[in-house]
């Protein structure tokens, strides 16, 4: 029986320079199952934006096999939706025209259809009345709402964003967490989701993988269990903080043995 | 308008000191002519009908070469940017005659075309057409490689990611490389009316070196001035209108 959406096993990257070989992704196992969300969490240069690059089909591992419903994943397609951490708008397209160009393939569908859903997504994402302005007039926020809505439009069995909340300030990043859980309960895709914020990956998952670096492998393995209709103040509550202080507790682990081995 | 009064303010020096020099006698009229000889001469080849015919036949000879050349220059040059094969390809051809003097390439070009305007065509197509090709290749290379993977990962193919991501990005870019081309290809005018022309801008300096009729010199070169700023400014204007996005991204940064 295999209900998992996505399957990574034994998955190697080695990036390989004249000067030097490195091993980014060492021997990562994990998988994705339908409506789960799956956060990779860990310090910077563990290996997080490689792995999801791999998933979104923009690089091919060294070795191991990657595959989404039995089938192998080697190039990109539209059932992945990514977002970025941020500048992956298309700058000379309004919102609306943004999202709707995530429906460029749709050969059937009507060019009026294409739009009236793009302001649907808009809507979804909280840009209602902001359709006909260009990226460049946009906040950070919105931008990565646009974003999150070009994303969604296909609707892909699998999001998959690297850091997408990184460069928002704390009100904002709140903001989005929420709009997250909203959407994620609405559509029912499937997400993986790069973070290195411990709260933000407690508050969205379902499990999270813990990652270490040098080389980039998986340290440990969190199943979360909080409440489907969960909203901010559950952040303050007893079974959140258990959770926390595993994570924490294993990052800091991680520091000490880098430390012990200088 | 601050801005607009110091433009003013900079011709206007100009012009005192060229009417101060002539007007004294501090440099002889065979040297620089006065203001008034320049506007003389342009009134009487206005009266002549050479003025605006002049004007017409070397803009039009510079817009055939700059077209033609731009058609040409503008698939090759994306090719360039954005593929190592076609890359390979075509640097070496580019690279090599780019650098090859277009004046020397006269008395062939008489032989191959005549004194026909296909002859002047040629000299600016050939002026302009390589350094085209290189910069609009860079213009390509610019495109930042997230926006070419978002095309990627919506589904779109390598010429579906080229024209509709590629292409649109560096536009604006490839619009300033143009503009600045156009530029050169006033230049490239005389030596196109050097030899074997009987109209044109060019061809009426030429002449009138011959005689050392220094008004008409004066006046051919501060006509072709005029006409580059204009059309210059034209194409600012396109800029604008065309890429409104990219205006405002550069107001906001
Ligand atoms: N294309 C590449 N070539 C060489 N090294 C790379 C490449 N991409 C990433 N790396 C290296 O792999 C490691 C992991 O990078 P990355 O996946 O971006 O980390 P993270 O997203 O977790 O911060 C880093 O040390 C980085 O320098
Ligand atoms: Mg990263």
């Known amino acids: 029986m295999n209900e998992h959406l996505l399957t990574a096993t034994n998955i190697n990257r080695i990036f390989v320079s004249k000067q030097r070989s490195f091993t980014a992704l060492d021997n990562i196992n994990l998988t994705i199952g339908n409506h789960e969300f799956v956060s990779l969490l860990g310090p910077s240069g563990c290996g997080k934006s490689t792995f999801l690059r791999l998933v979104a089909g923009l690089d091919s591992a060294s070795s191991g096999s990657l595959q989404m419903n039995g089938n192998n994943l080697d190039k990109p397609g539209r059932d992945r939706g990514v977002v970025f951490q941020q500048y992956s708008l298309l700058p000379w397209l309004l919102a609306w025209q943004n999202v709707a160009f995530a429906l460029k393939k749709e050969k ?12 649907h997504f808009l809507d979804l994402v909280g ?3 902001f359709e006909e302005i260009y990226p460049s007039q946009m906040s950070g926020g919105m931008q990565q709402r646009v974003a999150i809505a070009r994303a969604l439009v296909i609707k892909p069995p699998l999001l998959l964003m690297d850091e997408p909340f990184g460069a928002l300030d704390a009100q904002t990043r709140r903001d989005m967490q929420d709009l997250l859980v909203t959407i994620f309960k609405e559509t029912r895709s499937s997400v993986l989701f790069v973070t290195h914020d411990v709260d933000e990956a407690v508050y969205l998952s379902d499990r999270v993988y813990v ?17 489907a209709d969960k909203d901010w103040s559950i952040q303050l509550s007893e079974p959140f903080i258990t959770y926390k202080k595993e994570i924490l507790m294993e990052l800091k682990k991680q520091k000490k043995n880098v430390h012990h081995s200088k | 308008m601050r801005f607009k009064l110091i433009s003013v303010s900079g011709i206007i020096l100009v012009l005192a000191v060229w009417s101060f020099v002539t007007y004294t006698g501090m440099v002889g009229s065979l040297f620089l002519p006065t203001p008034t000889a320049v506007i003389l001469e342009a009134k009487k080849q206005v009266e002549d009908g050479i003025f605006f015919q002049d004007i017409w036949i070397s803009f039009y000879r510079i817009l055939i070469g700059f077209l033609l050349a731009t058609l040409f220059a503008l698939p090759i040059g994306v090719m360039m940017g954005t593929s190592k094969t076609w890359k390979a390809f075509w640097e070496p051809i580019v690279g090599f005659v780019r650098y090859m003097p277009v ?15 296909m002859q002047k065509f040629f000299i600016i197509f050939f002026g302009v057409f390589f350094q085209q090709v290189i910069m609009v290749a860079d213009n390509c290379k610019t495109v930042k490689k997230s926006v070419v993977e978002v095309g990627l990962t919506l589904g779109l193919n ?9 292409v649109k990005a560096a536009m604006p870019s ?3 490389t143009l503009r600045t081309v ?10 196109a009316e050097l030899v074997a022309a009987t109209s044109g801008l060019g061809f009426r300096i030429m002449q009138a070196q011959r005689y050392l009729s220094t008004e008409t010199i004066i006046l051919g070169i501060l006509t072709i001035g005029l006409l580059g700023l204009i059309t210059d400014t034209i194409f600012g204007l396109l800029a604008k209108v065309m890429f409104p996005w990219h205006e405002k991204e550069k107001i906001n940064n």
Do not use: C
């Open chain 2, 174 to 176: 490839i619009w300033d």
């Open chain 2, 158 to 166: 390598r010429f579906e990611v080229i024209k509709d991501i590629v």
């Open chain 2, 182 to 191: 156009w530029g050169w290809a006033w230049t490239y005018l005389v030596v």
């Open chain 1, 127 to 129: 840009l209602n009345g």
């Open chain 2, 103 to 117: 004046v020397a390439f006269i008395p062939m070009s008489i032989l191959w075309f005549g004194t026909s305007d």
């Open chain 1, 211 to 227: 990652m270490a670096t040098n080389p980039g492998r998986i340290a440990k393995q969190i199943d979360i269990h909080l409440s």
């Open chain 1, 108 to 119: 059937n569908m009507r060019a009026a259809e294409k739009k009236e859903l793009a302001y």
